[in-house]
């Protein structure tokens, strides 16, 4: 008998209702840790494919976090993650985790972090752009260098409701 936990090979999903809407979230085949977290329309975002199996048990641990999170009760999520990069994108990924509830950061200050040049605000961009766990990996926190909310893959809109239950905006 396959249970849910011996499914190596398949992508296993569930999708969550939140303040932003849908999340679709999916686990690693190989180590069931969280993998991706997309919302609707989202650029680059994942959609649900043919021989993914839905699995709600298994995500019950980040479905209870983000509920908390979108209660206001939560700053900090710690789930077991996964994500597959470049070196540069891994490296521009661990800057936007450490971005902490409640602030913002640029683009430039996250190139500054780790060590790229001025020039390397773009790929930074392209880096935040291809994050794979949306919310967990709070990429809505990097802003323009003007104070602008730029560049969210999962939406101007949803970035500003993010901003704003984390206190983040005037």
Same mark, same amino acid.
Request: charged share 15%; glycine share 14%.
């Given at each position: 008998m396959t249970t849910s936990t011996t499914m190596a090979g398949v992508t296993r999903w569930t999708e969550l209702d939140s303040?932003? $809407?849908?999340?679709?979230?999916?686990?690693d085949p190989a180590t069931g840790a969280l993998a991706s977290l997309s919302v609707p329309g989202q650029k680059g975002g994942r959609t649900v494919q043919d021989g993914w199996r839905r699995d709600p048990a298994l995500f019950r641990a980040a479905e209870e976090q983000l509920a908390a999170y979108f209660a206001g009760e939560l700053k900090e999520f710690r789930l077991e993650t996964t994500t597959h990069g470049t070196g540069f994108r891994e490296r521009v990924w661990a800057a936007v985790d450490a971005v902490p509830?409640? +602030?913002?950061?640029?683009? $430039? =200050? @996250? +190139? +500054? %972090?780790? $060590? *790229?040049?001025?020039? +390397?605000?773009?790929?930074? $961009?392209?880096? @935040?752009? *291809?994050?794979?766990?949306? @919310?967990?990996?709070?990429?809505? %926190?990097v802003i323009g260098a003007d104070g602008s909310l730029t560049g969210y893959a999962g939406g101007i =809109?949803?970035?500003v409701r993010l901003l704003s239950l984390e206190g983040a905006l005037p």
């Open positions: 303040l932003v $809407g849908p999340l679709l979230l999916t686990a509830h409640g +602030a913002t950061t640029t683009y $430039g =200050e @996250i +190139a +500054a %972090r780790i $060590g *790229a040049s001025r020039a +390397a605000v773009r790929a930074v $961009g392209g880096a @935040i752009g *291809a994050n794979p766990l949306l @919310i967990v990996r709070p990429c809505h %926190r =809109e949803r970035k």
